[in-house]
């Protein structure tokens, strides 16, 4: 049947109803061909929605370069691996793609995301075994979790009393789509007045946030949570950056208390990469300003991505 419009928006309505479906400017590659994010669609029937049945990685461009990307690579495949899911295109041809939704992107500064979902039963049975898994890639702008103002003054935190899910139940090195206890966190963050969350693993210390690691500053030495947390390529990086200039880092259970009275306190994401905690639960951390090591770490982070050992650079079209 032909496709029917239910409700034809008059010209000058255009905008406002295109809103809900607006998709930001970038290129995705989906069933073998590169298309403008609007295109990209996949159906209802897909395990990867209908059961978060998927994982994925995300890496940043910076100033034209890739940061990092064989880090994201491994990531990614061996998620893929650890969920048992095959796709047709191996390392330098998932390497490929992302480099061309880039460079047709145009975008010099992108968020860039290598997907694969479970996909569906073609005979619509409820076996994993009989679906075809689809692997998806795409470039848009590039976006952090702290925004301007909240990267000048520090980002106001709160720690909610939500346990992340548990890595018995969800392998937490396989980056996944299980946000529904980090959701929660951030509603109740929001309830108490603050930007974002953190959440708590099994034991009651502090774990990690919505798409972040977290890092707390103590007599010049940083701990991170050891367990129970997606292992961050920045917080990896933070410890790379650490050990170059002899600031003593280590992965340690790290109590709500130690956060909250720690000196510094800072949140590491591919989107926004090293951001300064400045309150946590209504209170200041340290003086309340963004601390001198926070300061440190990231000028070196952002240096690093002009180091060839680190970056690779688009070839963008002429
Ligand atoms: C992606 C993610 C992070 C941060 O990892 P990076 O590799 O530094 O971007 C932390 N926690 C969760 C749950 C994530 O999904």
Redesign the pocket.
């Known amino acids: 049947m032909d496709r029917i419009d239910a409700e034809k928006p008059l010209p000058e309505l255009a905008e406002h109803h295109r809103d809900p479906h607006s998709y930001p400017s970038g290129v995705a590659f989906l069933d073998g061909q590169y298309v403008p994010m609007a295109e990209a669609k996949i159906s209802v029937l897909d395990w990867g929605f209908l059961h978060s049945d998927a994982t994925y990685d995300?890496v940043h461009v910076w100033n034209g370069c890739f940061f990092r990307l064989d880090e994201?690579l491994n990531?990614f495949f061996g998620g893929l691996e650890k969920l048992r899911m095959t796709i047709p295109h191996d390392r330098a041809a998932v390497a490929e793609i992302l480099h061309n939704c880039v460079a047709l992107s145009g975008h010099r500064a992108a968020y860039v995301e290598m997907l694969c979902t479970r996909g569906a039963s073609p005979t619509f049975s409820r076996d994993p075994r009989d679906a075809i898994n689809r692997f998806m890639a795409f470039a848009v702008p590039y976006g952090s979790v702290a925004n301007a103002s909240q990267m000048e003054r520090g980002l106001h935190l709160a720690i909610s009393d939500t346990v992340r899910i548990p890595p018995v139940s969800i392998d937490?090195s396989i980056?996944?789509y299980h946000w529904l206890d980090?959701v929660r966190g951030l509603y109740e963050a929001y309830d108490r007045g603050a930007e974002t969350a953190l959440v708590l693993d099994t034991d009651g210390n502090v774990a990690?946030?919505?798409?972040?690691?977290v890092f707390a500053v103590q007599a010049g030495a940083l701990t991170t949570p050891a367990s129970g947390?997606?292992p961050?390529?920045?917080?990896r990086t933070v410890f790379d950056i650490a050990k170059g200039i002899g600031v003593p880092a280590e992965a340690a259970p790290l109590s709500r208390t130690a956060l909250s009275g720690a000196d510094e306190v800072f949140i590491?994401?591919?989107?926004g990469g090293i951001m300064p905690v400045t309150r946590i639960d209504g209170k200041a951390v340290g003086d309340g300003l963004p601390g001198p090591i926070t300061k440190r770490l990231k000028d070196l982070y952002w240096k690093k991505h002009g180091d060839p050992v680190w970056s690779s650079p688009i070839r963008y079209p002429d």
């Not at 990690?208 to 690691?213: C, K």
């Open positions: 995300t994201h990531r937490p980056k996944n980090l990690e946030g919505p798409g972040f690691n947390v997606l961050g390529i920045t917080r590491t994401s591919t989107a």
